[in-house]
């Protein structure tokens, strides 16, 4: 699956158009930085052709160009380039300079200087060149050329084009590192409602605050909160419906038992009584499974903020739980056995759903551990207050785990008749308290340990 982040798009989609413009903005600043180099050298280099110029005596037999040592090595200064001059005869014969200058590919008769780039040993120059006229004979002129290879003139077109381009990069990158930041402190909010959705119970459907969410994100809150209370309204149908159904299967079912017992004193048929007590066991079943169905409805973790809760004892609760079940117990032979904290294990809770917890767990130790066996029952203050059931029947494998707390599951090959909703109640009602319920193998290392943290005493 293809991740996307806004934060990752976003930046592209500002870098795109960015370095679409330092690519025009590159190509422009080239140009103009060659055209600006090349002006400042042209000019220059003109200068140097009029210095020449200056230098030229006109005489009745000619002209002559006063060039000693030191003017030419004036001319000739430069620290990166070399320059060249040349004075030629309108017929291109050289009168003074370097012979090795190109000569004019034509005979303008321009006043103004021309400009021309060729090659020098192989090195690439420019050439000025200007028109002086003989002023006492103006049909008589000179072509007074001045070059210079390029190296100077591509240092400064790279020094401008540096200038240009380099603010304009660092300022592309510390727009990308103000951007990335910028987006990460906007999407602020979208990671408090993360937080706030995944920090949540499972079973918390109440509407999320969005009164300090940004505009663009309330829409996206408001679609959350509508399916939120869609979902609840649905969990809370369902959730009727079996309370509902549970109070109405508990009257026939009642009814039905007194028909059994009835017929049972008046019937004397041995084939009758058997068929009686086999409708019996099933009704015993179908009764215990309402009463389960009716303590899962009540233990919705979605009610806890509205059920009634106190500081009760987990001692005394656990206690009595232990006693209602040694009867149980007594029948199969398993030794069944309470030790209580070394104090007072107060919790803050709703009686009657502790109640319900503490039995279905001792129960189904009971109902799981085979005959002879033993079941454990304690009460600790050890990092929290715990309330333990751990036995040495069966076991539960360690892949099963997990799934042993969904509604209705059993796992396969247990001969022990149940309803496979004793540990989902249990789970539901931890949940209520703020508790968690923990399986691991039991001390002998065949046994089931169930254990039910409350990390806060409150």
């Not at 240009?164 to 990158?173: D, K, T």
């Not at 004397?268 to 066991?281: G, M, Q, R, W």
């Not at 233990?299 to 149980?328: C, E, R, W």
């Not at 360690?398 to 989902?424: H, M, Q």
Request: proline share 5%.
């Amino acid at each position: 699956m293809i991740e996307l982040s806004i934060r990752k798009q976003l930046l592209v989609w500002l870098l795109l158009p960015l370095s679409i413009l330092l690519i025009f903005s590159s190509v422009f600043a080239y140009f103009l930085a060659d055209t600006v180099s090349n002006y400042c050298h042209d000019r220059a280099l003109v200068r140097s052709a009029m210095a020449v110029a200056a230098r030229l005596e006109w005489e009745e037999s000619g002209v002559t160009v006063d060039m000693p040592p030191a003017a030419q090595a004036i001319l000739r200064y430069s620290d990166e380039d070399r320059i060249y001059y040349q004075v030629l005869r309108e017929d291109e014969t050289r009168i003074s300079g370097d012979a090795v200058i190109p000569g004019p590919l034509l005979r303008p008769h321009s006043k103004e200087p021309t400009f021309r780039d060729t090659d020098l040993d192989g090195m690439p120059i420019r050439i000025a060149r200007i028109r002086c006229v003989n002023p006492n004979r103006p049909t008589e002129a000179v072509h007074v050329q001045v070059a210079e290879t390029l190296i100077g003139r591509d240092k400064i077109t790279n020094l401008l084009l540096a200038s240009i381009i380099v603010p304009q990069i660092c300022l592309i990158a510390l727009s990308s590192v103000a951007v990335w930041f910028g987006i990460g402190k906007g999407l602020t909010p979208l990671k408090t409602i993360e937080k706030s959705v995944t920090q949540r119970n499972p079973h918390d459907l109440s509407p999320l605050c969005f009164s300090s969410v940004p505009i663009e994100v309330q829409p996206l809150v408001e679609s959350i909160n509508d399916l939120l209370e869609r979902l609840r309204r649905e969990v809370e149908s369902q959730q009727r419906f079996v309370a509902n159904a549970a109070h109405q299967l508990r009257t026939p079912l009642a009814g039905l038992r007194t028909y059994v017992d009835v017929t049972s004193r008046i019937s004397t048929d041995p084939a009758v009584a058997s068929l009686l007590e086999k409708i019996n066991y099933g009704v015993d079943r179908m009764a215990h499974l309402v009463d389960r169905l009716l303590t899962l409805a009540k233990a919705d973790p979605a009610d806890q903020h509205v059920i009634g809760k106190s500081h009760v004892d987990l001692n005394s609760i656990a206690s009595d739980a232990t006693m209602y079940f040694a009867q149980t117990a007594l029948s199969k032979n398993i030794e069944l056995s309470f030790r209580p904290a070394s104090g007072a294990a107060l919790v803050l809770g709703n009686k009657e759903s502790l109640e319900d917890m503490t039995s279905n767990l001792i129960e189904n130790a009971v109902l799981y551990t085979p005959i002879g066996g033993s079941v454990c029952v304690q009460v600790n203050n050890d990092a929290g207050i715990n309330f333990v059931v751990e036995d040495n029947g069966p076991g539960i494998p360690p892949e099963e785990r997990d799934r042993v707390f969904e509604r209705f599951y059993r796992i396969l090959g247990t001969s022990v008749s149940g309803s496979g909703l004793g540990l989902s109640i249990v789970k539901e009602i931890a949940a209520i308290h703020g508790a968690k319920v923990y399986l691991a193998n039991s001390s002998n290392g065949t046994g089931t340990l169930v254990r039910v943290n409350f990390s806060h005493r409150n």
